[in-house]
């Protein structure tokens, strides 16, 4: 079975600073998809990045980027230039490519943006 | 267009009672998916609707959970005799064709249930 570990239950960062949150994970799987979801306090999940495991190059999406070490099962989400607006319950999720392709999810890191 | 809908935004409930929770896909996804989030047990998946093939109901907690998927879109998951521990948000998700292209899940707000 899959699982989904993510160590850091809450931060904080400073505005326009960078922070990093972590994700590990488990799997036999050789192939399979990482997402980063962001649920604001408004309780709408939100993509925020996709990752592909067959593909070596991390994901970036303008202010959001991933450390992706298949090897070492971690998927890390960085945030640059933090902005008030990223405030937010933050979930790592792991996809299989095969059978039923529902998430498994971490447990979420409460992230604090601080003017 | 409009996202994946739930209603009621909220409910409260006495326990013992039965509820039904509805959820409208996006339009054209023909995967459709149940989460509950509840802080003591995260985020977790309750079950999964393809197309026509059967459901995954592998996440369902006991059988006083059910879900049906009229037509291909709307669902509805229904929690006979409610307890206390069914207390959470419940999410409804829909994607295009799974698997593949890892597509991605729109989630809707959520319903927040309540058992007194």
């Known amino acids: 079975a899959q699982t989904v570990t993510q160590s850091q239950p809450e931060m904080s960062v400073q505005e326009a600073e960078t922070v990093t949150l972590s994700c590990t994970y488990d799997t036999s799987e050789s192939n399979y998809y990482l997402f980063w979801y962001k649920q604001p306090p408004s309780r709408q999940m939100i993509l925020v990045i996709r990752?592909?495991?067959?593909?070596?190059q991390n994901a970036t999406e303008n202010r959001f980027s991933v450390n992706f070490q298949k090897a070492a099962k971690s998927f890390s989400l960085k945030i640059s230039d933090s902005q008030l607006g990223d405030t937010a319950m933050y979930f790592c999720a792991f996809m299989k490519t095969s059978g039923t392709y529902k998430y498994i999810f971490g447990t979420g890191t409460r992230l604090k943006v601080l003017a | 267009g409009a996202g994946v809908s739930q209603s009621p935004s909220n409910k409260v409930t006495e326990k013992g009672k039965d509820v039904e929770l509805r959820c409208d896909p996006i339009?054209?996804?023909?995967?459709l998916y149940w989460y509950r989030q509840s802080l003591g047990q995260g985020l977790e998946f309750l079950i999964y609707f393809q197309g026509n093939s059967a459901p995954d109901k592998s996440g369902l907690p006991s059988d006083r959970f059910s879900a049906e998927r009229t037509g291909g879109s709307v669902s509805t998951l229904t929690i006979q005799r409610t307890q206390q521990e069914d207390s959470a948000v419940y999410l409804c998700?829909?994607?295009?064709?799974?698997?593949?292209?890892?597509?991605?899940?729109?989630f809707g707000p959520g319903t927040r249930l309540t058992v007194l």
């Open positions: 990752q592909e495991a067959y593909k070596q």
């Open positions: 998700a829909s994607s295009f064709t799974s698997g593949g292209k890892g597509n991605e899940q729109f």
């Open positions: 339009s054209g996804h023909t995967a």
